[in-house]
């Protein structure tokens, strides 16, 4: 009996401890899997893309309308040819004065469309236009670096069509520290109080050491067929306050300054075709306000104060700083077509490095989307999410989100 | 006491042993099992020492969670008060950590189980008092854990790959104070014992219950059966558990 018993207990302790093989982890694989996710691969791109012909807007009463630079007559021509030290002016139009002071040319327009064709190179130079006329800037193969300020700054309030003549090269540089003239802005190297339209096949590379690349305090369009490279280390790439429209060409902005953002719309921002990439490689800006307290300015690849609208074209947005994020919005944020991709890998000490952060609605009806944030949210949305029902994929995962139609 | 009454009073102690788990467990509060068994040696009359080997399980009996191997020596200093000393060689199976970022929804770390070795040595008082067949004994424990330091998995969801991660070596000390009670019933081969053991370092971390029966057989044998229940202060880093323990010992 006694012999039963304790075989029977070495048979319950044995089948016990054999039963004692199982794990008691959770089954993690399926979630590990999901966040195992390599960020689309995002890079400085700068060939050449086929796009369908520029048509200009023909009719008069089209909003548009002036923002073609076809649509003005440009009889009136001056030549800038810059060299070295100075810069030589060929060329009289009735009301207009030039003043040269070695390679530094001020121009006071009076008159109205004026086409000017700048060329040559200077290391110390800069142009700067004064008058409300519209006019115009063929960069014809241009480098202008200015030490203490903008290379090109437009005091006036009417269009600049900046032309990039076929096949140049054009190079504008702002310097560390800017001279500044009292009730002047001068934000950026290329910097304009109006709007700003670029047009032309050439290729223009604005670098920026002291504050912005390329801004205006009105709005900025760029048509296709322009090539346009931005590197700030300074403040924001390419801004504009009151919009920023998109309807071609080749942009690359590259920015790493404390709290700068890539390409900031202050107004309405629409992209309706081209290809933009921006990569904004800086960190979260702390700083103490004048009552003592802390605040902080977080970066973004693309930061819009209203409507972002895509239609058509290429985004590519990338921000790898600390709290960078890919799409800042502080409105809606609404997707028809194109294709959107945005990549946040910075970490998140200070702020968080979030894929898409909107403050009001996002939307989806047509086109390709996809988001990723390494160490944060890759789509943050303080409104509603819509997403149009005919979509071929949507899925939403933990780093990466990717809707396509 | 009858034979009738010594039969009637065993058979309700093993039954409130075996029964004692259930009404204690809870939902968030583990099940387990302690297997031991050893040798003990009378060096001299007041000298002897021993070797135990231990096998631990959770999860409701369904994983391993340590294998230990034991060696102490104790010493009678008096008739009622014994010093002893000891070293455990303990493999633990460490259980899985997941930590969540400051919103408590997203995933920040997981640490999967892993197999550690931790090595612990102990002194010990106990002081006993007989009053006629229960003998009230209180134990004393001092004991240090030491944790040799090694790289286990990690993975990181921020970074969105495993990774390498140290544990540091650690020490920790804990004072141990048991309090049982045993009852030598005339002409019975079973003898209930009870104890409460609290486990404190600057404050009681874990106390313990156990509520059991040992019988020996010929002097050489020696067995037991028990319930322990662990229930511990801080629950976020260890669960309560209920154990159902069985242990031999062979003395020569």
């Known amino acids: 009996m006694k012999q039963i018993i304790h075989y029977s207990l070495l048979l319950v302790v044995m089948s016990l401890a054999l039963s004692s093989c199982v794990k008691d982890d959770t089954d993690m694989a399926d979630i590990i899997a999901s966040y195992q996710v390599e960020p689309a691969n995002i890079e400085l791109d700068f060939s050449a893309l086929t796009e369908a012909p520029d048509q200009p807007v023909t009719d008069e009463n089209d909003s548009a309308y002036n923002d073609y630079v076809e649509n003005s007559p440009w009889n009136k021509v001056i030549n800038i040819d810059f060299d070295g030290n100075n810069a030589t002016v060929t060329g009289r139009v009735a009301g207009v004065t030039i003043q040269t002071s070695g390679a530094h040319v001020t121009v006071i327009n009076m008159s109205g469309p004026v086409k000017f064709i700048v060329s040559g190179h200077t290391t110390d130079g800069s142009l700067k236009f004064y008058g409300d006329k519209r006019f115009q800037i063929l960069l014809n193969g241009a480098e202008i670096t200015n030490p203490k300020g903008a290379a090109i700054n437009n005091q006036g309030s009417k269009s600049l069509y900046v032309v990039l003549a076929d096949g140049t090269t054009n190079r504008l540089q702002d310097g560390s520290t800017y001279t500044d003239v009292d009730e002047e802005d001068q934000k950026a190297a290329l910097f304009s109080e109006g709007q700003i339209i670029f047009s032309g096949k050439g290729h223009l590379a604005t670098i920026a050491v002291g504050r912005g690349g390329i801004r205006s305090d009105d709005y900025i369009r760029i048509r296709p067929g322009v090539s346009i490279y931005v590197n700030s280390t300074a403040l924001d790439g390419l801004r504009a306050n009151d919009g920023i429209i998109l309807d071609g060409g080749v942009i690359n902005v590259e920015t790493s300054g404390l709290g700068a953002k890539g390409v900031r719309s202050g107004g309405v921002m629409t992209v309706n075709g081209g290809r933009l990439i921006a990569v904004n490689n800086g960190n979260t800006r702390e700083d103490t306000s004048d009552e003592g307290l802390a605040d902080t300015t977080a970066c973004a690849a693309l930061y819009c104060d209203s409507l972002l609208v895509v239609t058509g074209g290429t985004l590519k947005l990338k921000a790898t700083g600390d709290g960078g994020k890919g799409i800042n919005g502080k409105h809606d944020a609404v997707i028809n077509g194109g294709s959107t991709t945005v990549v946040a890998t910075g970490t998140r000490k200070v702020k968080k490095p979030k894929g898409v952060k909107l403050d009001r609605n996002f939307s989806i009806t047509g086109g390709y989307f996809y988001t990723y944030s390494r160490r944060s949210d890759p789509l943050d949305v303080a409104g509603n999410t819509d997403i149009a029902t005919g979509y071929k994929t949507c899925d939403f995962g933990p780093k990466a989100i990717i809707i396509a139609y | ?252």
């Not at chain 2, 075996?18 to 467990?25: K, Q, R, Y």
């Not at chain 2, 455990?88 to 969540?100: A, C, G, I, P």
């Not at chain 2, 424990?141 to 998995?153: A, F, K, L």
């Not at chain 2, 920790?172 to 079973?190: A, G």
Request: contains cysteine; charged residues 25%; aromatic residues 12%.
């Open chain 2, 1 to 252: 006491m009858a034979r009738s009454q010594r039969k009637q009073l065993i058979a309700t102690l093993l039954l409130m042993l075996c029964t004692a788990i259930f009404p204690t467990l809870s939902h968030a509060d583990d099940a387990g099992l302690i297997v031991s068994a050893g040798v003990s040696r009378k060096l001299t009359k007041k000298l002897s020492m021993g070797f135990d080997a231990e096998f631990r399980s959770r999860n409701n009996f369904r994983t391993a969670s340590r294998v230990g191997l034991a060696a102490d020596v104790s010493y009678k200093v008096l008739p009622w008060l014994k010093a002893s000393g000891g070293y455990d060689l303990l493999f633990d199976n460490n259980q899985e950590k997941l930590t969540y970022q400051d919103d408590g929804v997203s995933y920040n770390n997981w640490r999967p189980s892993y197999w550690g070795v931790r090595h612990r040595f102990n002194v010990s008082l106990t002081g006993s008092y007989k009053i006629q067949r229960v003998e009230l004994s209180l134990r004393e424990r001092w004991q240090y854990t030491y944790r040799p330091s090694r790289v286990i998995d990690n993975f990181d969801f921020d970074e969105g790959e495993w990774e390498d991660h140290e544990v540091k070596g650690k020490g920790k000390n804990v004072l141990r104070s048991r309090l049982q009670v045993e009852w030598d019933i005339p002409k019975c081969k079973f003898d209930p014992y009870a104890s409460v053991e609290l486990h404190s370092t600057r404050q009681l971390d874990q106390t313990r219950v156990i509520v059991g029966v040992s019988h020996s057989l010929k002097k050489k044998h020696n067995f037991k059966l028990y319930y322990r229940g662990q229930y511990y202060r801080d629950k976020s880093d260890d669960t309560n558990i209920h154990m159902l323990g069985m242990g031999y010992t062979y003395k020569f």
